[in-house]
């Protein structure tokens, strides 16, 4: 079986994701898979997107495990995709990575079985929509929060949706039209993540969650999601694709990458580095 070493590209076999960027690792009745791309930040490239739906539809598939724990390294959990194009996994142009045949988003929000994410640090873009799609976030207090994609010509409908229907529509245009960061303390303020733990007890408690999730009923709690997944409601999925394609989203990766303004800023509100 290939094993995390191996980078030639091939379909994800057992515990082997497809990208040795993340780690699936088995602890007793659960799963963790961990985003492991240190000298990127952790950017996620679609191969990583691709292996975290994967990881979600193994675990349901697995009468061994009864659940699933996502987590980061370092100080960051996830910034969201790798802009630059980046990674030798990136086996597709990262427009298409976006696609919902591709990102776990939709996935994590159906799994039959419990998915906790522990956010250890820096959380933004997809890295994000991965926490707030799963069952519960719990995060480090360390952890910062950020919903950039405006700033990268993306009209991300997805989250304009979501985040309504949890922090409420006066938050959402402030979040998402300031790019403004959010403690961790703020994010549980906002209703976004459910609770903040000390850095060095976050694994023990995410672990602590994850386990209370599985003792309750499967077939209610399955019940329970399909109801509360209604009121968050469905995207403008037309919307969001035909925005990723568009000139907006080329120029902010390409400013993204050259570390400046995107050109539809005003000369006199451009900033020096990236926004």
């Known amino acids: 079986m290939p094993t995390p070493d191996d980078s030639s590209p091939r379909p994800p076999e ?3 994701l497809g990208t ?28 990583m997107y691709f292996g975290i739906r994967y990881a979600v539809t193994r675990v349901n ?10 987590t980061g390294t370092g100080d960051v959990f996830a910034p ?4 630059g194009g980046g990674g ?10 976006l696609s919902m045949d591709v990102t776990p988003f939709d996935t994590l929000r159906k799994s039959a079985k419990p998915v906790v994410c522990a956010v250890n640090g820096l959380c933004q873009g997809g890295g994000l929509q991965i926490a707030m ?9 360390r952890a910062t929060f950020r919903v950039p994609e405006l700033y990268r010509g993306i009209a991300d409908t997805y989250y304009s949706q979501m985040l309504a ?5 006066v938050r959402t245009r402030d979040l998402m039209f300031t790019g403004r960061t959010l403690t961790a303390d703020e994010a549980v303020q906002w209703g976004m993540v459910a609770r903040v733990v000390p850095h060095d007890q976050l694994m023990d408690a995410a ?3 994850l386990a209370q999730c599985c003792r309750t009923a499967p077939g209610a709690r399955r019940t329970v999601k399909a109801s509360l997944d209604n009121y968050l409601g469905l995207y403008d999925r037309i919307g969001m694709e035909a925005s990723i394609e568009s000139a907006e989203a080329v120029e902010g990766f390409r400013a993204f990458a050259e570390r400046r303004s995107p050109n539809w800023v005003h000369p006199e509100l451009r900033v020096d580095g990236r926004l």
Request: aromatic share 8%; glycine share 12%.
């Open 14 to 16: 057992g515990d082997w």
């Open 20 to 47: 040795k960027y993340l780690r699936f690792t088995r602890e007793g009745p659960f799963a963790v898979v961990t985003l492991d791309r240190p000298h990127a930040r952790n950017a996620m490239t679609a191969a």
């Open 61 to 70: 598939s697995d009468p061994g495990l009864a659940g699933l724990l996502i």
């Open 80 to 83: 969201g995709g790798d802009l």
């Open 88 to 97: 030798d996994d990136n086996w597709m142009p990262f427009g298409s990575a």
């Open 133 to 141: 799609c799963s069952d519960v976030a719990v995060v480090s207090d």
């Open 165 to 169: 229907r949890i922090i409420g529509p």
């Open 207 to 209: 672990r602590e969650v």
